[in-house]
């Protein structure tokens, strides 16, 4: 069964802090996204890779960062967390660069930021 | 540029009663459209897809959806809701990005089902 995996489901982060959400997939995929989950504002991309140690900004970049040293592995880092980072942040991966493949999300990490 | 608009915020219907969910594109081309499911405390589960071909499209767990390019929308349907079905709801397109393709998500659509 495909498998993607964030290593926390949740997490209160002090103002300033540099915070790190770790997300693996078992599947071989080559692309992997991360997405901020807001009420009434869906799901808004905030960074993407295509492959290893390539990273793309997505919609929303701004605050993050992101690293993706193996194929498995994609880390997005908020630099300085802020009080408007509080929200859900999902990690998805897809097999290639096709459409007509599917995406798998994982469960989530809901983000406090006291 | 691309978006998805999804008009309803929250539906609510009787169990076993009837469900469209709408779904609303902009997209100069000819789309890549999604369903997405999100249970509470969830990931996202794919319900189905539609890149070609027959208009009307059948997914998992008793949902169609179809595509009508004259209106732009790719409406979510289910004859018979069940309770279980209560759970967010997300439209997408897909649209190429830097070496991919990205999803552009909807607002999303919270069903609820009453006993």
């Known amino acids: 069964d495909v498998k993607v995996t964030q290593s926390s489901r949740y997490l209160v982060k002090r103002t300033g802090e540099k915070v790190f959400l770790e997300c693996v997939q078992d599947?071989?995929?080559?692309?992997m996204f991360w997405y901020r989950q807001d009420p009434g504002l869906g799901l808004r991309l905030i960074y993407f890779?295509?492959?290893?140690?390539?990273?793309e900004k997505g919609d929303i970049p701004e605050g993050y960062s992101v690293s993706r040293e193996k194929k498995e592995r994609f880390s997005l880092i908020l630099e300085s967390a802020s009080t408007n980072q509080t929200s859900m942040y999902l990690c998805?991966?897809?097999?290639?660069?096709?459409?007509?493949?599917?995406?798998?999300f994982g469960q989530g990490t809901r983000l406090t930021v006291v | 540029a691309q978006s998805v608009t999804q008009p309803d915020i929250h539906i609510t219907v009787s169990e076993g009663a009837s469900l469209e969910l709408r779904c609303n594109y902009s997209?100069?081309?000819?789309?890549?459209l999604f369903w997405y499911v999100q249970s509470p405390g969830q990931g996202l589960q794919l319900l189905l897809k539609?890149?070609?071909?027959?208009?009307l499209v059948q997914g998992i767990k008793g949902f169609e959806a179809e595509f009508k390019r004259s209106q732009s929308s790719f409406n979510l349907r289910k004859p018979s809701v069940h309770w279980s079905d209560a759970a967010e709801y997300f439209c997408?397109?897909?649209?190429?990005?830097?070496?991919?393709?990205?999803?552009?998500f909807g607002t999303g659509t919270r069903l609820k089902v009453l006993a």
């Open positions: 998805a991966s897809r097999l290639g660069d096709r459409l007509n493949t599917e995406a798998f």
């Open positions: 599947m071989d995929h080559e692309n």
């Open positions: 890779s295509y492959d290893v140690k390539m990273k």
């Open positions: 997209y100069g081309a000819t789309p890549y």
């Open positions: 539609y890149f070609s071909g027959d208009t």
């Open positions: 997408a397109v897909g649209a190429p990005t830097s070496g991919t393709y990205k999803y552009i």
